[in-house]
């Protein structure tokens, strides 16, 4: 007789207490009441699925519900404490405790995520941020930043923000390393989006290149937001985790913080940024303005890196490459370029009076402060023509980017592709078959999902006009 098939293995947990960590301070009774309310108006459900994104360093999927899932019954509570606020976890995920003590770092992200989602929440409901122009957009980045003490005064130039994929190849994650390797020499810091690949590769290396220079005190900086981190979790090495309130503010936070950014292979999230950044450069209001940008990768990732060259220079005309450099497997040349960067942008700050650890000069069209909710009906009423102006146009093709990650990691855009099928994306003809290409590069190259999952499925169709 046959046996039924098994009841699948139930990971292991723990439950404990953990007691107040150093960066968070005293919540009031109100805003631990919001945090244990689990109803629509309530903190619960957000500060749950950040939490459990932290409890699962490690766990290897891109689909955000998998991590839901496989912990179905873990609980968080906050508790209002005589010493500060603790945190009762009841099924956390076993691995994230040794010896039945949670390890340090996970503990100190844990508290990180209390503390955005309570002063973000507080800050909005309370008024403080003018969230309907482009002036107090900025200062909302700026305040969630400063709160959660990132922002470094009387301290130099020095931080790098590293984009590219999670889902990337070995030799390309292996290049990753070498280059923050050769960052951490010459004493930079690294900021990512917090996630695995060529979001943690940087960091992993950077820590030898810190550790060789016997240099402490190192940032090793993860910026996220609520819609992304169930998907990629935050990396071991993270020891600055800022979860901002939504893509544009998180994606601005960068900008605004970031020395020099370095683009490393990636797929449909990496297109967005490269795009964002540049619908910023090409305004006219920011013409002089240095800003330190490099796309690299090994020998093997040259023709990823002539692809992404070649769909700028015909979106946004040849004068598009003049923003950045094209570096093939050489970490050393790129650490170079960005420490000559550096020094640039803090002559520039100097002259110009500008703070070291926030870019107040640079200006970020409106446009692409708001945040962009990919409906099927926004994702089809894109304007995906060159007759406007360029870094118009570079926003509303970071837009169209921004609608297929969520059609693949963010919960919401993949339940309406379920419940109405892919996104439709429209626009000039030679365009979108150029954006049809490279989309089918990412795809073939596997860079839509991790290796190893389920097929990719697009998540939208672009029609040629």
């Known amino acids: 007789m046959n046996n039924p098939d098994p009841s699948p293995i139930r990971p292991l947990t723990v439950s404990a207490r953990l007691g107040p960590a150093s960066g968070l301070d005293v919540l009031s009774r109100q805003e631990v009441a919001r945090l244990r309310d689990a109803s629509a108006g309530g903190l619960h459900q957000l500060l749950r699925s950040c939490a459990l994104a932290v409890l699962t360093q490690g766990l290897v999927t891109d689909d955000p519900r998998a991590a839901s899932e496989m912990h179905a019954d873990f609980e968080i509570q906050v508790l209002q404490q005589d010493r500060g606020v603790g945190l009762e976890l009841i099924n956390a995920p076993a691995h994230a405790f040794v010896d039945g003590k949670i390890i340090r770092g996970i503990n100190e992200l844990l508290f990180a995520v209390v503390r955005d989602i309570v002063f973000v929440s507080t800050q909005i409901e309370a008024g403080s941020f003018d969230l309907d122009n482009s002036v107090g957009i900025t200062h909302a980045v700026f305040d969630i930043l400063r709160n959660a003490r990132v922002l470094r005064a009387n301290v130099a130039p020095n931080l790098v923000v590293c984009w590219g994929g999670h889902s990337i190849s070995r030799y390309e994650y292996d290049y990753t390393k070498h280059v923050g390797y050769q960052l951490g020499l010459r004493d930079l810091d690294i900021c990512t989006g917090c996630g695995p690949g060529a979001m943690k590769g940087p960091m992993k290396g950077a820590t030898i290149g810190h550790a060789k220079q016997r240099r402490s005190k190192n940032r090793y900086i993860g910026i996220t937001e609520p819609g992304i981190i169930a998907a990629e979790s935050p990396n071991p090495i993270v020891n600055n985790l800022i979860i901002m309130p939504d893509i544009e503010k998180r994606l601005e ?35 002089g303005i240095p800003y330190p940008l490099i796309f690299t990768g090994p020998s093997e990732s040259a023709a990823y890196f002539e692809q992404i060259d070649r769909f700028l220079r015909l979106a946004l005309g040849d004068e598009v490459a003049s923003h950045y450099q094209i570096i093939i497997d050489d970490p050393g040349q790129v650490a170079r370029q960005v420490a000559k960067g550096v020094e640039r942008v803090r002559k520039y700050r100097l002259e110009s009076g500008d703070a070291f650890f926030f870019n107040w000069a ?43 990650v969520a059609g693949n990691v963010k919960i919401e855009g993949m339940r309406a592709i379920e419940q109405h099928g892919p996104f439709l994306i429209r626009g000039d003809d030679k365009i979108m078959q150029a954006l049809d290409d490279l989309l089918a590069g990412f795809v073939s190259q596997q860079r839509m999902k991790l290796p190893g999952t389920a097929a990719y499925v697009p998540c939208y169709r672009v029609i040629h006009d």
Do not use: C, K, W
């Not at 409906?375 to 970071?398: I, K």
């Open 362 to 404: 640079i200006s970020i069209d409106e446009s692409l402060q708001h945040p962009f909710h990919p409906t099927h009906e926004a994702m089809a009423s894109l304007n995906l023509h060159r007759e406007q102006p360029r870094h118009e146009f570079a926003a509303d093709l970071r837009r169209a980017f921004s609608g297929i």
């Open 253 to 287: 936070a960068f900008v605004r913080t970031a020395h020099a950014i370095i683009v490393f292979p990636g797929g449909v999230g990496t297109a967005e940024e490269i795009l964002y950044l540049l619908g910023i450069m090409l305004h006219p209001a920011n013409a």
